[in-house]
């Protein structure tokens, strides 16, 4: 029998051991950011100076504090607020239609064997088809508005996302579907007990994809078709050869981007948790 001195002071060394990690896990956190901050400094510092001093072509490349002035400008007056608020929509209801369709469509296939047979050929095909080539199909089909870039951005995140969820699927350990099985349960209880619980990180890990995706099919669609929106802006600024409208349009969906993956990335901390 351990004597309570002998185990008190065993908790208190775990305890240390613990405390110790986690201030390392800390400290290399800060060194990240930091690092981080620090090559974004010296990038737009360069980026400036190079601009000022004419190092670098300012009609094409311009320069940050004249990329900030056109935005500032543009916020006050409230020119740039609308086309924000159109491509933040779009994107959010792209984002969220195509994680929900795709991952319903990759439990379709994972329910019926035989769905995924006759499919699998199909969704292959439409993966490595370019989604751009259909967008004139959307246009005509669906009009050129806001649910023709719908459509595209579906085309692009609807496949990806059943692809990667139904392999999560399949990468399962098949000896806690075999345990189920003999004890009886069906095909629902098998999802339900092991194949959901098993892929959930990795279906959440799958909104970090989509954020980055939804982004790019709600651009390309407003490149095809929209008279408003980010994209538009892009495209507008490049017929009328004004560049800093283009990497200020550029900047404002890395800004709402980011913010998009760090809240998709803060939700799988959460729900992914032990």
Known sequence: MEKPGRIHSFNGLTERIYRDYLMKGARTRRLVLTAQLAILVLFLGLWEIAGRYK???????????????????KLADGS????????????????????????GLAVLIWWSPFLQKVLDPYIVVFNSMPK????????VGLGPGMMSIIGITLAITVVITTLVVYSSFNEVDANYVKVVRVFGGNRRDVFRKVIYPASFPAIISTLKVNVGLSWIGVIVGEFLVSKQGLGYLI?????VFN??????????????????YQAVAYAEQKLTRK
């Open 243 to 260: 560049f800093t409208l283009v990497i200020m349009s550029l900047f404002i969906i890395a800004i709402f981007a980011t913010a998009m």
């Open 235 to 239: 495209i507008y600024g490049f017929q």
């Open 55 to 73: 190092w670098i072509d300012v009609l094409l490349f311009s320069y940050p504090s004249k990329i900030l002035n056109m935005l500032f400008e």
């Open 80 to 103: 740039v607020l609308p086309h924000i608020g159109v491509t933040v929509m779009e994107t959010a209801i792209g984002f969220i239609l195509g994680t929900v369709c795709g991952t």
């Open 132 to 139: 751009v080539a259909l967008g004139p199909l959307f246009i």
